[in-house]
């Protein structure tokens, strides 16, 4: 079980919502179920308390990354430390399908946004106590805010997919053929 993967969990609930473009597509519970499916072998039942529970947990998520983005560590941490003790693991050791005994961590018993939250959460502070902080990033091709892990060998990522990265490049290209066009107005 890699932990640190779930930590992409966390990563797909705070992307759910574009604070900027004013789109949140955390609204009903069929997006609640399109969040878990790849957590949950059996769809839970999800109401209208998770959206909103989904939605809490999404907002201090979003604050780790940002804070982490921007060098306050402290605050990062203790935002995710509120998450962890607020839903924690439920450890089970199970087998189904026969399958041989293995280890479910968000607890069958558990309801849908509990068990998401926790698994994101212990996912995120598993990925920011190994590969370090410093991976937790967020978008700078503005308005796009979406948050991501950085892979990068160098550390260098500074964009949520492809299609921003090339965005912000043509913004900057557009930038720069602009600037030398400028100076000669400003001798006149
Ligand atoms: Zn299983
Ligand atoms: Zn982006």
């Known amino acids: 079980m890699d932990l640190a993967a779930y930590a992409e969990h966390a990563v797909r609930l705070v992307n759910t919502e574009q604070p900027a473009r004013g789109v949140d597509l955390l609204?009903?519970?069929?997006?609640?179920?399109?969040?878990?499916?790849?957590?949950?072998?059996?769809?839970?039942?999800?109401?209208?308390?998770?959206?909103?529970?989904?939605?809490?947990?999404?907002?201090?998520?979003?604050?780790?990354?940002?804070?982490?983005?921007?060098?306050?560590?402290?605050?990062?941490?203790?935002?995710?430390?509120?998450?962890?003790?607020?839903?924690?693991?439920?450890?089970?050791?199970?087998?189904?399908?026969?399958?041989?005994?293995?280890?479910?961590?968000?607890?069958?018993?558990v309801g849908a946004a509990e068990g998401f939250a926790a698994l994101a959460g212990m996912g995120l502070a598993v990925h920011l106590t190994t590969s370090g902080i410093e991976r937790l990033g967020v978008c700078h091709a503005a308005p796009c805010r979406n948050v991501f892990l950085d892979t990068s060998a160098n550390r260098s990522r500074r964009h949520c997919s492809d299609r921003c990265a090339s965005r912000a490049n043509v913004a900057l290209y557009r930038a720069r053929r602009k600037a030398p066009a400028a100076r000669p107005d400003r001798h006149a």
Do not use: K, Q
């Open 27 to 109: 609204r009903s519970p069929d997006d609640v179920l399109e969040l878990l499916t790849p957590v949950r072998r059996i769809p839970p039942r999800v109401t209208e308390g998770d959206i909103s529970r989904l939605r809490s947990v999404r907002a201090r998520l979003r604050t780790v990354f940002t804070d982490a983005a921007a060098g306050r560590e402290g605050d990062a941490v203790a935002t995710l430390n509120g998450v962890l003790a607020e839903f924690p693991v439920h450890p089970r050791v199970t087998s189904h399908d026969d399958s041989p005994w293995h280890l479910h961590l968000a607890g069958d018993a």
